[in-house]
């Protein structure tokens, strides 16, 4: 049985002011525990499942063993976020990356400017872990990287992925000489235009696309070409991230 | 004031059986709903407004002022699907469409076969709108289009393009020519692989890939090259569409 206060302590960490001040996050689900147990980027804070979860992975379990707890399906409700809980839910440390400037000018990497929404936020991780992007920078007015929806719509994304909270000109005063590709509606056609290989693509709020601050400085602004009878104002900013990823990294 | 009736009415097209059997469905938003009287594809049933916002648009609103209602907030509350109701709600009818073989020949359109996510639909939808694709099949085993949810977030797309409930083989035996593309997670490089430029995409489920029976029925089965450094096992669905419509259009 969970103490009253192990449970709280969970619950807590559903508020992103918990998560920041204890340096945790929760993540819910089988599949993503199992790579936790072996991963060597995250730190295991406990691990609480059902009974019958952990006999059949009890080989797997033992790594960890003193951070391991049983408890009933009752106490699962209580700490789980999800409408329809998982047999497993694990407390990470939330990992702190650090950032070398030469893996940085020879990559493709991300900088998200506002995301809010969880879903998008957690495609994207996967698009980044899909092309092996290093770094994915959020400026902080994105949603946080470890919200619960977050991390379950990032299907394991952030176990590989480095998300790194900074604002853009931060990053800049770091790395003077980044290209910066913003996305934009009226830019560069990227199929067809010669753009440096490397660099920051900038991918902007759903609302309100790009801040001022952003676009200043960017060195190009791209876009997706519309096709001819293209009508939609937009796309979805996790699928435009897509296509403009694989447009870079693939000519 | 709105009769219950008319209240029930608009509630029942909540579920997929009632918009079936009335051929209705129902747009909320103060965009869309604008963008709806302009539509010569949509036929309006009734626009239902507060009465500030029918003051507002009035002159756009002559057009179809036989079907214009007031109502109070409180009754827009009770017709709303929406957390925070909008001003406006608008009931259509569910537009039949035709299948024009010449277009489905020498066009690049998408088959979803079995897409599960009304927050996927929605942003395939936007996608075919963006670059302007003609058709957008759905297996039967897909959400609904007219799923408020998924009306909600293709932001407008589906007043433009025409999604048809279908299955392959029925499509197939419409079309026996044409190219099938069925996006696979071991398929031929998109990117780097000589294919035909028109054809039917596929775009299998969320979580179990594409069907056997669609797979069979593919001429080239094609994927998204993961990068070096890749690690996430797939792309949400909506994503991948995406880069594969993108990739297919810009040779």
């Known amino acids: 049985m969970l103490s009253k206060n192990t449970i709280k302590h969970i619950q807590s960490l559903r508020l992103k002011k918990f998560r ?15 790579e936790i147990l072996q991963s060597t980027e995250l730190e295991l804070e406990g691990l609480y499942a059902l009974p019958e979860w952990l006999e059949k992975y009890q080989a797997q379990l033992i790594v960890a063993s003193s951070k391991i707890h049983s408890l009933s399906a009752k106490d699962l409700e209580r700490i789980s976020s999800l409408k329809t809980p998982n047999k497993v839910v694990v407390v990470c440390n939330i ?15 991300l900088f998200l400017d506002g995301i809010q929404d969880p879903g998008n936020m957690g495609s994207i991780l996967r698009i980044a872990d899909w092309f092996g992007l290093p770094y994915v920078f959020c ?9 619960p ?13 480095k998300p790194i909270a900074i604002e853009i000109t931060d990053l800049q005063s ?18 067809t235009t010669k753009l440096p290989k490397n660099g920051l693509l900038v991918i902007g709020n759903e609302g309100n696309g790009i801040s001022e601050l952003v676009r200043a400085a960017a060195n190009y602004q791209i876009m997706i070409p519309k096709g001819q009878e293209g009508g939609a104002e937009s796309l979805n900013a996790a699928v435009a991230t897509g296509i403009l990823c694989s447009a870079l990294l693939n000519r």
């Not at 920041?20 to 199992?34: I, N, S, T």
């Not at 400026?139 to 919200?147: A, K, M, Q, R, T």
């Open 20 to 34: 920041q001040k204890y340096r945790k996050f929760v993540v819910e689900g089988e599949k993503m525990a199992l």
């Open 95 to 109: 990992p702190t990356y650090s950032l070398e400037l030469p893996v940085l000018n020879n990559s493709l990497t």
């Open 139 to 147: 400026s902080l007015g994105c949603v946080d990287i470890y919200n």
């Open 149 to 161: 929806k977050v991390i379950q719509s990032s299907m394991g994304a952030f176990l590989r992925v």
């Open 174 to 191: 770091q790395c003077p000489d980044l290209n910066i590709f913003a996305a934009v509606l009226d830019g560069l056609n990227v199929f």
